[in-house]
């Protein structure tokens, strides 16, 4: 029973192989590392894992955070848009009414009052939300907001880069230039 003897002695030295060789615990895997941290460098460790967490925290609270904003946002553009189609809502409610007309009973006249009507009102409805019109006649030429399609000879120098003629009104939406108005400008020359 000499095998017996040799595994009930490993079993007696932590499961390794008796052998007579000598043994550097220091080196050998498995040694105690908390013997040889001094209480200094715990401390560290300590401070390290604990500023690792408030990091980790506050990562996740800023990308919580971001998405809300996120979606905040996102919310107020539909608040938005919602209440600008409800202005909108009576405005194509006329036009309902007006393309449903008898074209042969009604005065073509009267639809064209009613057409005008409708028009105003919408104006009326996006100016209500900062909607400005730029419908420059007779004003000065201002490149920023207008957009000269052709010429036309002044009759004075005083009437020198006035605008004759708006071929189609530009849109100014709470200072952001939308859509710049099509002009017609004069120009002086002897």
């Given at each position: 029973m000499p095998d017996d003897f040799r595994t009930s002695a490993s079993k007696e030295q932590g499961g390794r192989p008796a052998d007579d060789s000598p043994r550097d615990d220091a080196t050998e895997p498995g040694a105690d590392d908390a013997a040889a941290v001094s209480p200094a460098e715990a401390a560290l460790k300590q401070q390290l894992d604990d500023q690792r967490d408030k990091y980790l925290r506050l990562a996740a609270e800023f990308d919580n955070f971001r998405k809300r904003v996120t979606r905040e946002r996102q919310d107020v553009v539909v608040r938005a848009q919602g209440d600008l189609i409800r202005q909108l809502l009576d405005s194509v409610d006329d036009l309902g009414r007006v393309t449903s007309v008898d074209a042969e009973r009604v005065d073509p006249a009267a639809l064209v009052t009613g057409v005008d009507a409708v028009h105003k009102k919408l104006l009326r409805a996006l100016s209500s939300v900062g909607l400005e019109v730029v419908n420059?006649?007779?004003?000065?030429?201002?490149?920023?907001?207008?957009?000269?399609?052709?010429?036309?000879?002044?009759?004075?120098?005083?009437?020198?880069?006035?605008?004759?003629?708006?071929?189609?009104?530009?849109?100014?939406?709470?200072?952001?230039?939308?859509?710049?108005?099509?002009?017609?400008?004069?120009q002086w020359s002897e």
């Open positions: 420059p006649v007779d004003q000065p030429f201002n490149p920023e907001l207008h957009e000269a399609v052709t010429t036309e000879r002044a009759l004075s120098p005083e009437d020198d880069h006035l605008i004759a003629q708006v071929y189609q009104p530009g849109y100014v939406f709470h200072g952001q230039l939308l859509r710049p108005a099509r002009v017609v400008v004069k």
